[in-house]
């Protein structure tokens, strides 16, 4: 067994990956639990968790104010969010994907008419997924908020496509 705590540094996060790979004659029960690898074999081919780290923005101590802000704030975004990533992956995809308030992070906020003005330039970072949390994609999307409550898209932009599970190949409609 493999443990990742060790491997964690502070403003990163453990990714689980599923990946199909082919049997070695060898059984082979592993996954992920506990921050330890387990998983399971079927027929000829084993499912694997693999593990890796990645660098996120500032994410708030958990409980304080400050994430009660992010999370409120982000809230009132969810619908303009979702309406973006269905337009996008409408093209792609006959499901459309879902984002998570947890997923979206946020990469700037700046007020470009100075101190307190009430216009906000946002960028965030999503992750799209289709059911049970399977990644389709990254994207960025920036929009303009203003004190009137207006919300303006500026920009969306695709990140990285992610390949789908053989199970859910059939939504697709076209390659990202």
């Known amino acids: ?3 990742f705590k060790k491997y964690i540094k502070k403003g ?11 049997n070695i004659n060898e059984k082979i029960i592993f996954g992920v639990e506990n ?9 000829d081919k084993i499912f694997m968790n693999l593990s890796t780290t990645v660098d996120l923005p500032h994410q708030p101590p958990k409980e304080s104010t400050e994430e009660l802000y992010q999370d409120v704030f982000l809230a009132l975004l969810m ?3 979702q309406i973006e990533v269905e337009k996008y992956y409408s093209t792609y995809l006959s499901q459309t994907p879902l984002v998570d308030p947890y997923s979206i992070y946020i990469n700037s906020i700046s007020r470009p008419n100075g101190y307190r003005s009430f216009v906000f330039d946002i960028s ?3 992750n799209p997924y289709i059911g049970p949390h399977i990644l389709v994609g990254t994207d960025n999307i920036d929009f303009t908020v203003e004190g009137n409550g207006r919300v303006k898209v500026k920009k969306f932009e695709h990140i990285k496509s992610y390949d789908l599970p053989p199970i859910y190949e059939h939504i697709m409609t076209e390659i990202v």
């Open 35 to 43: 921050d330890e690898v387990h998983g399971r074999m079927e027929g």
């Open 79 to 81: 619908p303009y969010i």
């Open 124 to 126: 965030l970072q999503v």
């Open 12 to 22: 990163q996060i453990l990714l689980a990956v599923m990946v199909l790979m082919y």
């Open 1 to 3: 067994m493999i443990n």
